[in-house]
């Protein structure tokens, strides 16, 4: 075992047990350099993962692995809806389909930077920069469905209560907001195996240095917040998935998609706790072996519900 592996875990300072309440969030540590290794980070945002070519195709791996765990896009049941947004659209992925799903609907994708400028998206499909921290660009009531999909990393736990009570603001009555999240505490992987735990652990005080939500709490509290503004015909639905080659295609798939997630935030890790990139490679090869030795799992949280007529 190398000798990091030992050193004590401080304890997370956004750590909490409960939902936070509806207060402002701050920016524990701002820092990581825009650019660590190849590897180009945001720098004035809580948001952890990387912005470049590489995230991109993790993001658009996990897409299909995400369509196939849910069986499709969504589990809530709109019909025909006629506005779409995905905030956090990340690759544009997830709305293009949707915009080919729902030829007659007009679909946004909203984030903080476009990617796959040069691909040709679907032409019911529109780009809008916006940052979901700051309020978004829209009217009241301007969506029939809003969905938003993995930002555990980027919004920080305080400001969850504020983001979701957004994403509503811009849903019109009779329309579905869906939230679609994980959990990054090694607690959720379960069972997982000591080298796991650590690197899991490690990933959650850099989260919890910028307010993020390393504990869990985030996703349990999906549908609390969603009840919190007022929604109705509120649905929670839990998924676990294998990960490693013992949970067969999809369960490898997973363990790829952990070990580019755990890579793209190798170098943060190597930085913030003085270990080097090297050790974090080893440790990350380790942590693949456990997922088969543990039979280790992992749950994805949906949750929707309609905002009144
Ligand atoms: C983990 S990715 C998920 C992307 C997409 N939702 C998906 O499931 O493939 C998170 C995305 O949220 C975006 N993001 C981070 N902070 C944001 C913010 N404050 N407002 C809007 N988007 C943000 C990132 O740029 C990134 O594209």
């Not at 948001?47 to 996990?62: C, H, I, M, S, T």
């Not at 390393?214 to 009840?227: H, M």
């Not at 503004?229 to 369960?251: A, S």
């Not at 798939?253 to 952990?258: E, G, P, T, Y």
């Amino acid at each position: 075992m190398p000798w990091w592996f030992f050193r004590r875990r401080s304890r997370p300072a956004a750590s909490q047990t409960a939902p936070a309440a509806a207060s402002g969030w701050q920016l524990g540590e701002v820092a990581l350099p825009r650019l660590h290794g190849s590897r180009r980070y945001l720098q004035e945002q809580p948001y952890l993962l990387p912005k470049d070519l590489g995230e991109v195709n993790r993001l658009d791996f996990q897409h299909y692995i995400l369509r196939a765990v849910l069986r499709g896009n969504y589990l809530a049941p709109i019909q025909q809806p006629r506005r779409i947004l995905d905030v956090g659209c990340g690759t544009g992925q997830w709305a293009f389909e949707l915009a080919h799903q729902f030829p007659q609907a007009q679909v946004v994708g909203l984030d903080l930077e476009q990617v796959k400028a040069a691909t040709s998206p679907p032409p019911n499909y529109r780009f809008v920069q916006g940052d979901i921290l700051q309020g978004l660009p829209f009217d009241d009531n301007s969506f029939d469905f809003v969905h938003q999909r993995l930002l555990v990393l980027a919004i920080p736990q305080a400001a969850w209560p504020d983001a979701v009570q957004e994403l509503v603001r811009v849903t019109s009555p009779g329309g579905w907001v869906e939230l679609v999240e994980a959990s990054i505490a090694p607690k959720d992987l379960t069972p997982s195996g000591p080298v796991t735990q650590r690197l899991f652990g490690l990933g959650g005080e850099l989260a919890a240095l910028r307010g993020i939500d390393s504990e869990g709490v985030v996703a349990r509290s999906l549908d609390y917040y969603l009840s919190e503004t007022g929604l109705v015909n509120i649905e929670r639905c839990q998924i676990e998935v294998p990960v490693g080659e013992w949970g067969g295609r999809l369960g490898s798939l997973m363990a790829l998609n952990f070990r580019e997630g755990a890579k793209a935030l190798s170098a943060p890790i190597a930085h913030r706790f003085a270990i080097t990139e090297q050790e974090v490679a080893t440790a990350i090869e380790e942590m693949l072996q456990e997922f088969n030795r543990y039979h280790t799992q992992y749950s994805y949280i949906v949750a929707y519900g309609q905002k009144a007529c």
